[in-house]
């Protein structure tokens, strides 16, 4: 079975930072583009950021770029989200998904996604 | 940036058919995704590229992509397909994903 755990998320203060992980198993994961895709209290899904089957196309949406990075480690089976100079703004449930193709920055599909991880910034 | 609209709201008594419209410009040109979302759990993907289904999803739900509106369309509505349903593109302008505005679906 094809499997997605978050971890990392909790409550910080603004301006700090996190450490968001997200483990795969079931699949060839460096086969695969992965994305992480936030979901606000109460409101829709935003995607934040993706990267390629190789970590070397990275992309980000205009609320994040600059703050957040994106890694991979295939030795690990792992996807990483950094996220420095938290904003309130941020709090959210951060997923994590797969994208069906090697690219994280096409028009495929997120065809499985983790239970996400709740990242809340407050003073 | 590249928006993408859906109505807040559709309503549908169970055994009918529930269409969801998701609004953008010039849609018809891009690979539309869609996805099932209820409370409490995370989203599904229920269609790809307009209207293919991924294994597992029954026939019930299929999509179409044309001109300014996607529709994702559930025929034979039950009970278990209340949920929220996204709708999702590439834009290669931005190079960004974008979501849809969300739709609930309630059955009456």
């Known amino acids: 079975e094809v499997q997605l755990v978050e971890s990392g998320g909790g409550s910080t203060q603004p301006g700090r930072s996190l450490r968001l992980s997200c483990t795969a198993s079931?699949?060839?994961?460096?086969?695969?583009?992965m994305q992480w895709v936030r979901q606000a209290p109460g409101k829709g899904l935003e995607w934040v950021s993706g990267v390629s089957w190789d970590g070397a196309t990275k992309g980000y949406s205009d609320s994040v770029k600059g703050r957040f990075t994106i890694s991979r480690d295939n030795a690990k089976n792992s996807l990483y989200l950094e996220m420095n100079s938290l904003r309130p703004e941020d709090t959210a449930l951060y997923f994590c998904?797969?994208?069906?193709?090697?690219?994280?920055?096409?028009?495929?599909?997120?065809?499985?996604w983790g239970q996400g991880t709740m990242v809340t910034v407050s003073s | 940036s590249y928006v993408l609209t859906q109505p807040p709201s559709v309503s549908v008594a169970p055994g009918q058919t529930a269409k969801i419209t998701c609004g953008g410009n010039n849609i018809g040109s891009k690979s539309v995704h869609w996805y099932q979302q209820k409370p409490g759990q995370a989203p599904v993907l229920v269609v790809y590229?307009?209207?293919d289904r991924p294994s597992g999803i029954p026939e019930r739900f299929s999509g179409s992509n044309s001109g300014y509106t996607a529709t994702l369309t559930v025929s034979r509505v039950e009970a278990g397909d209340e949920a929220d349903y996204y709708c999702?593109?590439?834009?290669?302008?931005?190079?960004?994903?974008?979501f849809g505005t969300g739709t609930t679906v309630t059955v009456l």
């Open positions: 999702q593109v590439w834009d290669s302008d931005s190079d960004h994903h974008v």
């Open positions: 590229e307009d209207s």
């Open positions: 079931g699949l060839t994961f460096d086969d695969f583009g």
């Open positions: 998904a797969k994208t069906r193709g090697y690219s994280g920055s096409s028009d495929d599909a997120f065809d499985i």
